[in-house]
């Protein structure tokens, strides 16, 4: 399994970005796709989610501002980040839960300053 993101960069306060996630290595469709972020200084923590059918869930300081779909024929997952915030800065992984164990891609750094 191999989980490639990018997509990040530098970005005003405000603005957006779209990250992606191409998957190889995995029956993309069936799985449940996650991404996660770390923050300077901080522990990697749940970004949003979406199942094998569709249905998405965010943490609460993403709501309303991100939303996670996927492309299954591109065994790609997207996050569309809109209205950034300063606190938004991080690496973002993206995750998946398969063969009883954790893999994750490489990260792209997401900047959001002026």
């Known amino acids: 399994v191999q989980l490639q993101a990018f997509g990040g960069g530098l970005v005003q306060p405000g603005g957006s970005l779209r990250l992606s996630c191409k998957a190889s290595?995995?029956?993309?469709?069936?799985?449940?796709m996650n991404w996660y972020r770390q923050a300077p200084g901080k522990e990697r923590e749940f970004v949003a989610h979406?199942?094998?059918?569709?249905?998405?869930n965010y943490s609460d300081s993403v709501k309303d501002r991100f939303t996670i779909s996927r492309d299954n024929a591109r065994r790609t997952m997207y996050l569309q980040m809109n209205s950034l915030k300063p606190e938004d800065t991080a690496v973002y992984y993206c995750?998946?839960?398969?063969?009883?164990?954790?893999?994750w891609g490489q990260g792209t750094l997401v900047t959001v300053s002026s």
């Open positions: 979406i199942t094998s059918d569709g249905s998405a």
């Open positions: 290595g995995l029956n993309f469709r069936l799985f449940t």
């Open positions: 995750n998946v839960f398969t063969r009883s164990r954790d893999f």
